[in-house]
């Protein structure tokens, strides 16, 4: 019969008084319930119409995507339509001696609205954006590729932006929250 040494047992209890306190914060996984969970389900259930434009077209792609993820069986039937207004931009800064520019920056912001299909009520109304710099180089065409690769990571990261700001709404519950007014 072999006996667990006095160290080990006191490095055992240390570990579970100091998980002790995790019990109580009030932390919630985002996704509980998987795929049958109510933020799965409510984000399965969200068409995205076509959005005007190169970074609309991203922008929705990028959206899909990330929704077709949490509706892997395809069948889920709309509940939710996403409609997405964005403002896309390129500023010149950081002037140089020669009155060049030597910086941009490129701004993507969306204004999206989570509209219930059955009743054409708005339940979520919020903004999301995103901006990158820019090193304006002597190659015109290695600017514009990188305005463009730009243009492509802010149209992702401004999209996972959407995507949760939605599945925290519908986390707080099994539907959304009450109209935005």
Partial sequence: MSRTPPSRRLALLGLVLATLPL????????????SRGAVAAGLAGITVPPIEGKAGWLVRNALTDRLAATNRNGDAAPRYRLDVRLDDRLEGF??????????????????????DLASGEIVYD?????DAG?????????????ENTALENLSREVA????TGIALQLRQGATPPPPVR
């Fill in 23 to 34: 019990a109580g914060c009030g932390l919630q996984p985002m996704y509980a319930g998987a």
């Fill in 94 to 115: 950081g002037l140089l001696s020669d009155d060049t520019i030597g910086r941009e920056r490129r701004i993507l912001r969306a204004r999206y609205q989570l509209v």
């Fill in 126 to 130: 919020a903004t999301a954006g995103a």
């Fill in 134 to 146: 820019i090193d304006v180089v002597s190659s015109e065409f290695a600017t514009i590729a990188a």
């Fill in 160 to 163: 996972q932006r959407i995507v």
